[in-house]
């Protein structure tokens, strides 16, 4: 694959940006979605249900893996911690895969406003990823299975190329650690490239992960020891994500390190779930998210996104 050029690493770097913004919007709005207006407490939903922490890392990894094999008719890419349902709802919604299945969906303000509010609501959106999302074959809170649907999906398809995201807390299942070993088992020419990426964000519901807490080579010795050449990419830079995904290496095993909660209010950086309990009674709070907000400067980010699709 040829380095993508400077239009496309912004084009990239908006995406992601905007992909933050619809996660938030999502777990926190039930009006207001473009902040049209200052936000009032009669904006946020009732129940605040849903997971920020992993968020930011999906949209990053999602953006930057779809424009290195934007060409690519033969690449997929499955999501194993689907805890993070909004972000991947909002990049199914931007691509145009959520309106196939509902309507509703449109890839305009309207949808983006549908979305928003039908997330986390009766009858609407779960907050993990269903098997009414496009593409998803597990419920979104059973981790550890992304790995083996991976090379399920390139075995006797030699044509095909899957890249696939794993949270460090679901490597430590024991499903995802064995299917580790599948590198060797489906290895040759008859089956297709299965491209491991393990978000290591250091944390999962509440303490440390076990790959956190381990040193820089255990953990490159484990990937090397089934069979994977481990690569590292440093936090969430765009430029550098891609031109580590042009370094011909064989079988790679992508180390994607970015901070847990990254983007969010900064005493709640390591969240893992909602960082703002109280927006909906808390002054403060609602000006934290408000703040927060308007950082993504929303009203301008949609035109340059919808424009660049």
Not at 169 to 188: C, I, K
Request: net charge negative.
């Amino acid at each position: 694959m040829s380095a993508v050029g400077i239009a496309e690493i912004e084009k990239i770097r908006n995406r992601i940006k905007f992909c933050d913004y619809l996660c938030v919007a999502q777990l926190f709005l039930q009006d207001n979605y473009l902040l049209k207006r200052e936000l009032t407490h009669d904006d946020i939903k009732p129940r605040l249900l849903g997971h920020w922490g992993t968020c930011h890392g999906i949209n990053v990894a999602y953006a930057n893996l779809k424009a290195h094999f934007d060409n690519d008719e033969n690449y997929s890419f499955i999501l194993g911690p689907g805890h993070g349902f909004p972000a991947l709802q909002a990049n199914l919604w931007l691509d145009g895969e959520l309106v196939k299945v509902d309507r509703r969906a449109t890839v305009d303000e309207a949808g983006l406003n549908y979305i928003c509010h039908e997330f986390s609501w009766p009858d609407g959106f779960p907050s993990h990823a269903s098997p009414i999302t496009p593409g998803v074959i597990t419920e979104g809170g059973e981790l550890g299975y992304a790995l083996a649907n991976g090379y399920g999906m390139c075995l006797g398809h030699p044509e095909k190329t899957v890249a696939v995201l794993i949270g460090d807390g679901e490597l430590e299942t024991a499903t995802a650690l064995d299917s580790l070993n599948l590198n060797s088992l489906l290895d040759g020419s008859a089956n297709g490239a299965v491209i491991p990426i393990l978000h290591l964000n250091g944390y999962k519901i509440s303490a440390p992960s076990l790959y956190a807490r381990k040193s820089e080579r255990e953990v490159n010795e484990m990937i090397r020891g089934f069979g994977f050449t481990p690569v590292t990419i440093v936090g969430d830079d765009t430029e550098e994500f891609q031109n580590t995904l042009d370094i011909n290496v064989e079988k790679p095993f992508y180390i994607m390190k970015t901070d847990k909660g990254f983007g969010g209010p900064n005493r709640f950086h390591l969240s893992h779930q909602i960082p703002l309990k109280s927006p909906k009674t808390d002054d403060d709070e609602l000006q934290q998210l408000e703040k927060w907000l308007k950082s993504y400067n929303p009203s301008s980010l949609i035109k340059e996104v919808l424009h660049d699709r």
